[in-house]
């Protein structure tokens, strides 16, 4: 290697005679990173999202590879965040991909000191049961007065800030219909 | 901001690098305060003292925006001669009624208004938390009132307001607040000075600010400013709340709250909407200004979109089938009920009540207490495991072996793994693509209701009970796909939109809606979401090849509209303020209202349009209304009906406070929801004895590298790094009076726990002077809980349950509390040392006794 491409090699001189004088680009590169391919680039399709911690709805660009997350970025097209995101946007790939999350339906029977796994299809059913009972048990027809009540007290949730406006929306329309009116979220806390 | 909303705080920097003035007012110096150009450290609690102080500032100095406040304000308009105001009666409005604790609030009507409007049994109102209603629009009141053009008129709103805040003065301030004279002086000049004709001014709130006593008033106090500046409707001006979760807006507006329906009509009460024309007349108000006129349409088409061909003008929409209130069915009282063995059923979604609610005890007992539970949710959080590792296992107050309540962890799907839209803060909803399937068993919030409506709707299918006729007949019937028969999220936004039953047309406009049943609408505020049939949620178009609004990202409720009541930003001739200020106007030559954002007017209605006499509704707004929702089309100053505690705020202290008031001789909101149950406490506060038990005041807040209760930051590796434990920031005098030691253990102790934390000694915190003498306050991160890649104890447990009275919201952001070096006792010893401090308060009644629900027979 002669003494002028040893000194061109330097980020230095890169930086002060290339195209990158921050020394962001170009001059910084070595020769495993010239090597290296982002996985933004490798995705097999990118989703447009939105950052699920707070509300100021930064936009997200979520990268696929063979049916994994790989990568969450800033989306920079958009005019909230303009690319940017926090520590927690920023961490929402490992969110996703956590292996601490429970990722199957997990049952504790009454006086039980341990969790028992149990199949999807067999807990909604058992708790679709609990429901008709719950209502069945506490519903309220009318007041003393023979004025209409038509509903239960004996069914609450709790939940929603961090659902979509299409699962509130159906929510609240079933609960409804099932005469539960003890329905909240975080908007009341 | 920039700890809880970062991003969004690069707004702010940017403003600031042109010019803007920044202030920051918290009780800690946070990484806001850092960025800020001038700090003011603030005694929790005392808000209203300080923006009372800006109030007094603007109106003694006459540095009120008058052309504005006359054309668009109600300070001209005349208040019942009935009226007494606190200064008059020590703290109290006209209209205190104390067996109630609650006011008749007739004479605080407009004048000549008095038999017409407002509302007779506020004490029901606040338990239905009726305020919250008054979301998208103003409070009832005839369109009709008496002004004085001259505001010289002693009961005309200006004068009030002087009258109201006359002591509200620096040295007050100062006293109450604990902010030195000048730096206050600095905030009123700043304001004041960057707000008129030719610049705007922005008051940011988070949301810990509706988590007082006296949450609602705060805000209004911060729109009386914004009003009285010419703040509002106006680019660069409002009042901006920071919510704090991605679609806490949509859960508002599409409501899982007990209180509402979509878009801010009331769920029915039992005695007051009896009757479908009862309903609609108790929402649009007949007689009043504006666009509520549209109720009875709104109502038809939200009950033909939840029970479809069932619904007909003959039955009222089956507005029969709708369930009724009869008082507080919010989320405390049904956790108390929970306690009590009245509820045999939870829903979890997505949230943490186990560390994110106050009194976290009263919680978990209410869990321990319930038949059966359900958490949906992405991690094992705290409140899927209260049965088996939580503080009351601990001290053996819930014993595994003993608790009945059933409890099924259903894993949810992620943000990514589902499409949908969130509502973000500024009423902007986005739509999400979907990145790829959920996990095994984890699936949407979609899927498993509707599903799970399906299997209930089997199951009852054979019944010809009334009681199941809602069910039966509602209208459930949306398209699936994929293996796991996914339901369509864009055909429920479809009918969240609204269409033509007829023709399936999506509608363009709530205008369009119909009350002869013609129309489908689930939430008349979102129409335009779907307008031709495009989902105008998922529009993507750069903010590099668009104007600065941004009209073409996402879709804003209402109709598009990025700022409410732009018609203000024009003058009553409809012209800009200024050339610099310019955002909507009347283009007199095409004879509409034009601009850069749509305008929040009837497009062709012109500046000097002047309604006949007696016209009510959308008809009844004049040209200068530029406040279109509210029953007289004026910003108001003065709320002459609907709010609990009082037409104007007034400054109370927080339920529990070291402090005598120092402006009333009543001490805190005579009108705050308290509930009598033994779980539940507050701690003595003057003129009270025993105040000296809990002496220091605490307040809590976010971090930047966590969330909320902790359910989505501490299972995340990287954040769990960044924040990895459960401390307390103390001031170096509180440190050394109390003898902390930085980074040893103290523990803090209310009347309803002791929690421990680590020590982290910082003149962040201000030892506050206030009438010589001392206030310390520490903070805490709330973020923390037992489950999770980092622990640590949950500050809302030393929280009391006592709420504001217009939406139900607790006091979880001031409380008081004694601080001890190191860590706190366990098992046994930890409820004897709760029990000590609770004998010496003098807090009466024990902890609670552990009911566990009527289970007939103990099974193997």
Known sequence: MGVKTFIQGWPVYRQLTGTDPLGRGAAAQSARSAALTARTETADHMARSVCPYCAVGCGQRVFVKDGQVTQIEGDPDSPISRGRLCPKGSASKNLVTSPLRQTTVRYRRPYATEWEDLDLDTALDMIADRVIAAREATWEDADEDGRPLNRTLGIASLGGATLDNEENYLIKKLFTALGALQIENQARI | ?860
């Not at chain 2, 009920?337 to 939870?346: H, L, Q, S, T």
């Open chain 2, 1 to 860: 901001m920039a700890e809880a909303h970062p991003v969004g705080f690069q707004w702010v920097m940017e403003a600031k690098l042109r010019g803007a003035k920044v202030f920051h007012v918290d009780p800690r110096f946070t990484r806001t305060s850092a960025l800020a150009d001038t700090y003011l450290p603030i005694r929790a609690g005392t808000d209203i003292a300080l923006l009372g102080g800006i109030v007094h500032y603007i109106l003694d100095n006459q540095l009120d925006f008058r052309e504005y406040v006359l054309a668009y304000t109600n300070a001209a308009t005349i208040v019942s001669e009935e009226f007494a105001d606190t200064e008059d009666l020590d703290g109290f409005f006209s209209g205190y009624d104390p067996g109630t604790e609650a006011y008749n609030q007739r004479s605080w009507q407009y004048a000549g208004q008095e038999d017409t409007t407002g509302y007779r049994a506020a004490h029901e109102e606040r338990d239905v938390a009726a305020g919250l209603r008054h979301e998208s629009h103003g409070i009832p009141v005839g369109g009709q009132v008496q002004r004085d053009e001259t505001l010289q008129h002693p009961r005309c709103v200006y004068q009030l307001l002087r009258r109201h805040f006359a002591r509200y003065t620096p040295e007050m301030v100062e006293r109450t607040c604990g902010i030195p004279r000048e730096k206050f002086l600095e905030l009123a000049r700043a304001w004041t000075e960057n707000s008129g004709r030719e610049r705007t001014g922005v008051l940011i709130y988070s949301v810990g600010w509706t988590q007082h006593s006296v949450g609602v008033q705060y805000i209004r106090t911060g729109a009386i400013i914004q009003l009285l500046l010419g703040n509002m409707g106006r680019p660069g001006g409002g009042v901006l709340a920071l919510r704090g979760h991605a679609s806490i807006q949509g859960s508002t507006d599409i409501p899982t709250l007990f209180n509402l329906l979509p878009g801010y009509l009331p769920m029915p009460h039992c005695t007051h909407h009896t009757t479908f024309t009862d309903w609609v007349d108790a929402i649009r108000h007949p007689g009043q200004k504006g666009f509520w006129s549209g109720a009875r349409a709104f109502g038809a088409s939200l009950l033909k979109a939840y029970w479809g061909d069932a619904a007909t003008p003959e039955n009222d929409f089956c507005y029969g089938y709708l369930p009724r209130m009869t008082g507080d069915h919010g989320t405390y009282q049904t956790v108390l009920n929970m306690i009590d063995g009245k509820v045999k059923g939870y829903f979890l979604l997505g949230q943490n009540p186990a560390v994110g609610s106050a009194h976290g005890k009263a919680q978990r007992l209410g869990m321990a207490n319930l038949d059966w539970l359900v958490v949906r949710d992405l991690f094992m959080i705290e409140s899927a495991t209260f049965w088996q590792n939580s503080p009351e296992v601990e001290t053996g107050e819930i014993v595994p072996e003993e608790c009945r309540t059933e409890v099924f962890f259903i894993p949810a799907a992620s943000h990514v793994e589902k499409e949908g839209t969130f509502t973000q803060t500024q009423r902007l909803l986005q739509w999400r693509e979907k990145a790829l399937d959920p996990p095994a068993d984890a699936r949407s919030e979609l899927w498993f209701f509707f599903h799970l409506g399906r299997i209930i709707r089997e199951k009852l299918a054979a019944s010809d009970r009334h009681r199941d006729r809602p069910v039966l007949d509602l209208a459930w019937d949306y398209p699936t796909h994929g293996e796991h028969a996914e339901p369509s999220a864009e055909a429920v936004l479809k009918e969240i939109n609204g269409y033509e039953v007829a023709t399936g047309r999506p509608l363009s406009a709530f205008t369009e809606a119909k009350d002869d049943g013609s129309t489908v609408v689930g939430c008349w505020i979102y129409t335009g979401v779907y307008a031709d049939g495009v989902n105008q949620a998922a529009r993507r178009k750069s903010r590099h090849d668009q104007d600065w609004v941004a009209a073409e990202w996402g879709w804003a409720w209402p109709a598009n509209r990025r700022i409410l009541y732009n018609r203000a930003s024009a003058d009553p001739d409809g012209r800009p303020w200024s050339e610099r200020k310019k955002y909507v106007w009347w283009d007199a030559d095409r004879a509409e209202w034009t601009g850069y954002d749509v305008p929040d007017f009837e497009k062709t209605k012109p500046p000097t349009y002047r309604p006949p006499e007696g016209a009510s509704g959308v008809q009844g707004l004049a040209g200068d209304d530029a406040f279109i929702m509210q029953g007289d089309g004026k910003g108001w100053l003065y709320v002459p009906s609907g709010l609990q505690d009082g037409p104007m705020p007034t400054h109370y202290e927080p339920a529990e406070s070291p402090i005598r008031n120092p402006l009333y001789g009543q001490q805190a909101n005579p009108t705050r929801k308290v509930y009598g149950h033994p779980v539940n406490s507050v701690n003595p506060s003057p003129p009270q004895s025993h105040t000296d038990v809990f002496p220091y005041v605490f307040t809590v807040s976010r971090l930047t590298e966590h969330h909320t209760a902790g359910g989505m930051s501490r299972m995340v590796s990287r954040l769990a790094e960044l924040q990895p434990e459960m401390f307390v920031e103390v001031s170096p005098e509180l440190a050394g009076e109390l003898g902390l030691d930085h980074l040893g253990w103290a523990h803090l102790i209310s009347g309803r726990a002791a929690i421990e934390a680590r020590v982290l000694v910082t003149d962040r915190l201000t030892p506050l002077r206030l009438d010589g003498r001392v206030v310390h306050q520490v903070w805490l991160p709330y973020h923390f809980g037992r489950e999770g890649i980092v622990t640590g104890d949950s500050v809302n447990d030393l929280f009391g349950i006592t709420l504001d009275p217009n939406v139900l919201i607790q006091e979880s952001k001031v409380g008081t509390c004694d601080i001890r070096p190191g860590r706190r006792p366990t098992g046994a010893a930890l409820l004897a040392l709760v029990d000590d401090y609770r004998r010496r308060a003098g807090l009466t009644g024990g902890r609670p006794p552990i009911v566990t629900t009527d289970a007939p027979e103990r099974e193997g």
